[in-house]
């Protein structure tokens, strides 16, 4: 059975930092490209930032510059470490694979509040 489970979420101050994690079992992890994807109140869920099997990145214009998205196959762990947050930033993320004729059940997300 294929688990996906964010975690890392909180509330910080504008300019603060978080770092999320999403851990994936029950498949394997590195044949995939992963993604995070963001939803705000009122908003669809967008693709913010995503890394290829080989660990190519790319990034939204939104959070280019900000975030960066790593990968340990090892430990079937994604991140993705948060910088100079702004309010903006606000919304549940989630982590699954871009290439939605692939991707896994959707986990719960893990909440991130810009606020001060």
């Known amino acids: 059975q294929v688990q996906v489970v964010e975690s890392g979420g909180g509330l910080v101050q504008p300019g603060g930092s978080l770092r999320l994690s999403c851990v994936v079992s029950?498949?394997?992890?590195?044949?995939?490209?992963m993604g995070w994807y963001r939803q705000a109140p009122g908003k669809e869920r967008e693709l913010v930032a995503s890394i290829s099997r080989g660990g190519i990145t790319t990034y939204g214009d939104s959070v280019k510059g900000r975030f960066t998205i790593s990968r340990d196959n090892a430990k079937d762990t994604l991140y993705l470490q948060m910088n100079s947050l702004k309010p903006e930033d606000t919304a549940v993320y989630y982590c699954?694979?871009?290439?939605?004729?692939?991707?896994?059940?959707w986990g719960q997300g893990t909440q991130v509040t810009v606020s001060s």
């Open positions: 699954n694979v871009p290439d939605q004729r692939q991707q896994l059940p």
């Open positions: 029950g498949t394997i992890f590195r044949i995939y490209a």
